[in-house]
């Protein structure tokens, strides 16, 4: 397992604030699985004018939190001993968001919450990716489905 610290997540994503939406990826299983995390904060543009006095998370920003997890963890590469045994990114994963399948929104993602995504590849198709994706707060379950990312 290997773990992706907030200063290296560029490395890997294009995103810029305020669209980067992955603060560490805490777990990569190289190729098969990873988590990522999310630390949601109040001050944040979207959040704050979503809803004025109530802010939540917007399910579309949860949803972008998992595809960018989830190319943070298949886009990692381990370089091996020889090379220093760090990771990097071999160049950025490219791919983007193509599909989002049977998507599930169960409960509210709140300033304060710490979101933690849970990625695991099902199927691989060249530069295709099917990803089994959920994000829970906690113990609890917020959204789970499917993303396809097409590279």
Do not use: W
Not at 74 to 97: I, V
Not at 119 to 141: H, M, P
């Amino acid at each position: 397992m290997s773990t992706v610290e907030a200063r290296e997540i560029q490395r890997y994503l294009p995103h810029g604030y305020p669209l980067l939406l992955v603060d560490r990826v805490t777990e990569i299983e190289e190729g098969v699985s990873g988590v990522g995390v999310k630390n949601v904060t109040a001050d944040e543009i979207c959040i704050n004018g979503h809803f004025p006095g109530n802010p939540i998370m917007p399910g579309v920003l949860i949803v972008e939190c998992m595809a960018q997890t989830a190319a943070v963890v298949f886009g990692y590469r381990r370089e091996r001993p020889e090379d220093g045994g760090e990771g990097h990114a071999a160049n950025h994963l490219s791919a983007r968001l193509g599909m989002i399948q049977n998507m599930k929104f169960r409960k509210p993602v709140v300033p304060g919450d710490r979101l933690t995504v849970a990625v695991r590849l099902v199927r691989r198709f060249g530069r295709t990716f099917k990803i089994s994706a959920e994000a829970r707060v906690g113990d609890e379950v917020v959204a789970g489905g499917t993303l396809i990312l097409a590279g």
